[in-house]
Structure formats: structure tokens, C-alpha cells
């Protein structure tokens, strides 16, 4: 009996799902909108900034990297136990 009810719910929970397909844009279902400036020429300006912040960390990065600064510890080594 018990299993005559679940495939009942089933079948119900099908039918609202196909119908909220067929019946086309739901009204709990958003579009999807990006957060991006609506004018072209403002994007470019943000866009041109950010390549600006992201080229001095890279010049940064590759500073230290040819200075010779740079000091790395392993803290987290496998044993090797002997196996090859």
C-alpha cells in the first residue's frame, strides 16, 4: 500500500515538473544578470585598471624571484622508508 502512494507522489511531482516546463518561464525562476558596468567604455576603463594592479604584482613577484630573496621551507616531506 505504502508503496502505491510513494509511486503516486512520483507520478504527481512528474506532472507539476513537466507542466512548469511546458508552460514555459516559471515565475520563481530569475534571469541571470552579470555585474558588469552597462557602458561599454567604462568596462574597457575597469578591465585596463585591473591589467594595471595585476601587472605590478606580477613586476613584484618577478622582482623577488630575480633577487634571489627568495627562502623556501618544506614543512610537510614524505618518508621515503626505502622504496624506490
Do not use: C, H
Amino acid at each position: 500500500m505504502n508503496t502505491n502512494r510513494l509511486l503516486a507522489a512520483v507520478v504527481v511531482l512528474q506532472v507539476i515538473t513537466l507542466a512548469g516546463q511546458w508552460g514555459g518561464k516559471a515565475a520563481y525562476v530569475s534571469e541571470a544578470q552579470a555585474d558588469v558596468p552597462p557602458n561599454p567604455a567604462e568596462r574597457q576603463l575597469a578591465q585596463t585598471e585591473e591589467l594595471k594592479s595585476i601587472n605590478s604584482k606580477l613586476d613584484r613577484l618577478v622582482s623577488a624571484l630575480e633577487g634571489g630573496r627568495l627562502k623556501v621551507e618544506v614543512t610537510n616531506f614524505p618518508k621515503d622508508n626505502g622504496k624506490k
